[in-house]
């Protein structure tokens, strides 16, 4: 799949073919998208969609959550798309220093030149771009496979609790848990993602149970902006840490559930896999 837009001097395209390998796991790009699975895994395990920040990529997500994503990968195939727009990093913090939302994640931990987004905020008029279009891009991506759970992050986070809020992604297609970390409540993202389902007659009742994760030390996302996008987004559980903006796995979360929280735990737990 490829698709050209443009804005301020930005374009999206798909992924190339390279493959990655690790021990009795293997990495492999496809269709814009790294997928993650156990050699010699049956033809239909569970399966985890994971949608990275503004200017991170699939596998830059992937390391980030290392530790949760081994643990996964167990029981689960993890696919890590690539966001449809790549922004070179080197421009990310001068051409949008006064863009919060999309300056949360540009460069950290980034080897390659560039990072990917999933729609870009104007940082003069505020206005967001090309967010129809990722919606559609992610449908479209996904179209051939039923996804189990859903993670995001920050970015990827919004577009995640949209996506599954409105049944484009949700109840039908098998999604049984949605969980996001330091992801902005954006009103357009649901208007678009409402209208979009309304249109394919997709809207969905049905709830996904969502785990909301903000952080104490987060001066890019602010927790209250989390908070509602829990709310809007069907009000799920809303979960603070004492971190910054990272999704946490391990020691930030033991708050939760009597000091014993592990984020591959709850999602096997909404999946009914243990």
Request: with cysteine.
């Amino acid at each position: 799949m490829r698709r050209l837009l443009c804005f301020v001097g930005l374009y999206c395209t798909g992924a190339g073919g390279k493959n990655l390998s690790a021990t009795s796991k293997v990495a492999t790009f496809v269709s814009g998208s790294i997928t993650m699975s156990l050699i010699g895994s049956a033809p239909r395990r569970p399966r985890i969609l994971c949608l990275h920040g503004a200017y991170q990529t699939g596998k830059s997500f992937s390391q980030k959550i290392g530790g949760a994503r081994r643990k996964l990968a167990r029981k689960y195939d993890l696919d890590f798309l690539d966001g449809p727009i790549v922004v070179p990093l080197s421009s990310a913090s001068a051409s949008l220093s006064q863009n919060t939302e999309e300056r949360a994640d540009a460069g950290k931990g980034e080897e390659s030149a560039t990072g990917r987004c999933w729609w870009r905020r104007h940082p003069d008029t505020g206005e967001h771009a090309f967010v129809s279009e990722a919606l559609q891009y992610v449908m479209e991506s996904t179209a051939e496979r039923q996804y189990d759970a859903i993670l995001g992050f920050s970015q990827g986070g919004t577009l995640a609790t949209a996506l599954a809020a409105t049944g484009l992604i949700g109840p039908l297609q098998g999604v049984k848990v949605v969980v996001t970390a330091g992801a902005p409540f954006v009103p357009e993202v649901f208007e678009l993602a409402k209208q979009e389902a309304l249109a394919i007659s997709s809207l969905s009742d049905g709830q996904v149970p969502m785990l909301h994760l903000a952080g104490e030390t987060d001066n890019l996302v602010a927790m209250e902006s989390t908070r509602t996008l829990c709310e809007v987004g069907g009000g799920g559980k809303f979960v603070t840490h004492e971190q910054g903006h990272l999704f946490p796995t391990r020691a930030a979360l033991k708050r939760y559930q009597h000091d014993n929280f592990c984020l591959d735990k709850f999602i096997m737990l909404c999946c009914n896999l243990i």
